[in-house]
């Protein structure tokens, strides 16, 4: 006889735990993991770098790393240095357009840890854009919208001391190489490399934008049972999917963005069960991998 499983049924604070507990997590896990970038040799090299119990807390990172391969990243475009790309260029994108001040570090002769510039606990470039992005969908009352974000995130990353990280990954170098060098307008600008841009990172601000929408839908005040219709659904993704597409040109990115915003409505909608050990996620789980 199966056992009576008892669901709570979603609350408004509920959510709102759920809610922080992303946003928290995402920094919080940003700010934990920076150090660790590029680190292949598992705990061992973590060992080696940041003592015998590695790392337990805020950590800034190491200056120098062995095998990074920061030194042969094109500051001047994506993936790796093209020494043709900066030829006959009067300024280079790392240093004067973007990540002021951050070119040496990046020099072909040197092993630098990726983000070798950030304090214990500061975040990296793409969770101070996640921020730039969660600000920009407050000023425009909760929805997502593009052009507002588009501009808001060519304000940040040209104005100098804006944030401290050494890296910015391809697609913002790409972005800004088509805006400076080749006179492209912004909205045009996204690009990829066939390799870097359709990338995991690339679902950071998705997230931020399905957690956002979703909130916004479930705050109505027609909607005293938390839930999110199906037409709901499909704006969330499309929003999700035109965030990824500000700063990426990407089709497999915009799709799996779409495929983790429902994964988000889930994990923040999804009742808790009393009595189950099993877990709430696995249904919605099993239909996206379906």
């Not at 921020?131 to 997502?144: A, D, H, Q, T, Y």
């Not at 501009?151 to 170098?173: L, P, Q, V, W």
């Not at 870097?196 to 909130?215: K, M, Q, R, W």
């Not at 700063?247 to 779409?258: G, H, P």
Request: proline share 4%.
């Amino acid at each position: 006889m199966s056992p009576i499983i008892a669901m709570s049924t979603p609350t408004s604070r509920m959510i709102e735990s759920r809610l922080r507990s992303a946003l928290w997590g995402m920094f919080s896990g940003d700010a934990l993991a920076a150090p660790t970038h590029w680190y292949y040799g598992g705990f061992p090299q973590i060992q080696s770098d940041y003592g015998r119990e590695g790392i337990t807390g805020y950590t800034r990172p190491v200056t120098n790393l062995p095998g990074s391969i920061l030194n042969k990243s094109d500051p001047n475009g994506g993936g790796r240095l093209s020494y043709s790309s900066s030829a006959d260029k009067n300024k280079s994108i790392i240093g004067d357009v973007i990540n002021h001040g951050k070119l040496k570090y990046w020099d072909s002769k040197k092993s630098i840890h990726y983000h070798a510039t950030l304090q214990a606990g500061e975040n990296t470039l793409e969770m101070q854009l996640g921020r730039v992005l969660m600000k920009s969908i407050v000023e425009c009352n909760g929805r997502f919208d593009e052009d507002h974000f588009r501009k808001a995130y060519i304000n940040f990353m040209t104005t100098e001391g804006s944030h401290n990280d050494t890296y910015a990954s391809t697609c913002h170098r790409m972005f800004f190489a088509n805006m400076i060098f080749h006179k492209k307008d912004p909205k045009d600008c996204p690009d990829n490399d066939g390799h870097n841009v359709d990338a995991i990172d690339g679902l950071v601000f998705p997230s931020i934008t399905a957690l956002a929408e979703t909130a916004r839908q479930l705050s109505g005040s027609e909607n005293d049972n938390l839930l999110v219709s199906e037409e709901g659904r499909r704006s969330i993704q499309q929003a999700s999917a035109r965030t990824a597409a500000v700063t990426r040109s990407s089709d497999v990115l915009e799709t799996a963005s779409e495929v983790w915003a429902s994964l988000i409505i889930d994990a923040l909608v999804t009742p808790i069960s009393k009595g189950n050990a099993e877990n709430e996620m696995e249904q919605p789980l099993r239909e996206v991998a379906q």
